[in-house]
């Protein structure tokens, strides 16, 4: 009986396990998938950038007065990390 309980607190402790490393899999794939968005995402915004540079020169100066705004470009460079238990 002690051996039967034994054997099912193993198995049941391997399933966790194994769901645990999935997850785990997942997660650096979901963290690969938002670095591409965001280096995809920054590459358009200095495109359309450019874009916007060449056809309004005279909006230049403007545009250097205004702060910066949050875009994709502002965090491309930063990673996902794990903080917690």
Same mark, same amino acid.
């Given at each position: 009986? @002690?051996?039967l309980a034994t054997l099912i607190s193993f198995l049941t402790l391997g399933c966790f396990i194994s769901l645990a490393q999935?997850?785990?899999q997942q997660k650096a794939q979901n963290k690969d998938a938002d670095k591409k968005q965001a280096l995809a995402a920054a590459a358009a915004s200095k495109k359309d950038k450019? @874009?916007?540079e060449k056809k309004e020169e005279p909006k230049k100066?403007?545009?250097d007065d205004q702060k910066p705004g949050i875009n994709a470009e502002t965090f491309a460079g930063l990673k996902f @990390?794990?903080?917690g238990p």
């Open positions: 009986m @002690r051996s999935t997850g785990q450019a @874009r916007n100066e403007k545009e @990390r794990l903080i």
